[in-house]
């Protein structure tokens, strides 16, 4: 397979982040809707948001940690190539919108009120935000952080 530019690869990667973005977003809007049930409020609804909204926040790292992964193997250089860049947002965006269909479809067995889903949603979004890729990982010119030890105090 060819390798795509870095412009081709970047354009490929928001491609797919917006797709997953409006995935979400009907999700959300689907399990909002699907259960119009009254929110009783027990222990038990209440430990299922909970648990649900802790899945959403989970998925984030969890994805970051598996996209560096991807990212090790397709590392040259100073840079990751332009196709382990593609592969390793693609892969953080699945882990990503998996977290947030599951934690949906766990929050539907709590029947909370449409309120609750609106804001699971905007946890979503906010969760989704954090994978837009920018491309950073393929540029070749990445800053130094190091620690001097020339001085001493």
């Known amino acids: 397979m060819q390798q795509p530019s870095k412009h081709e690869a970047r354009a490929s990667a928001r491609k797919f982040w917006f797709f997953c973005v409006v995935l ?4 959300v809007w689907g399990f909002a809707w699907a259960d119009q049930l009254l929110w009783s409020g027990d222990r038990t609804n209440r430990f299922l948001v909970v648990a649900s909204f802790g899945l959403v926040a989970l998925s984030a790292p969890v994805g970051a940690l598996v996209r560096m992964q991807v990212f090790k193997r397709h590392w040259v ?9 593609v592969r390793g947002t693609r892969v953080f965006l699945l882990v ?9 479809g766990l929050m539907l067995f709590a029947r909370p009120p449409v309120s609750v889903f609106w804001g699971y949603g905007l946890v979503a979004l906010l969760v989704l935000a954090v994978g837009y890729p920018r491309g950073i990982p393929m540029n070749t010119r990445l800053p130094e952080f190091s620690i001097s030890h020339s001085k001493r105090l």
């Open 77 to 85: 250089g100073q840079a990751v190539t332009p196709m382990g860049f």
């Open 24 to 27: 979400a977003v009907s999700a």
């Open 96 to 104: 990503e919108l998996t977290g947030i269909v599951a934690a949906g």
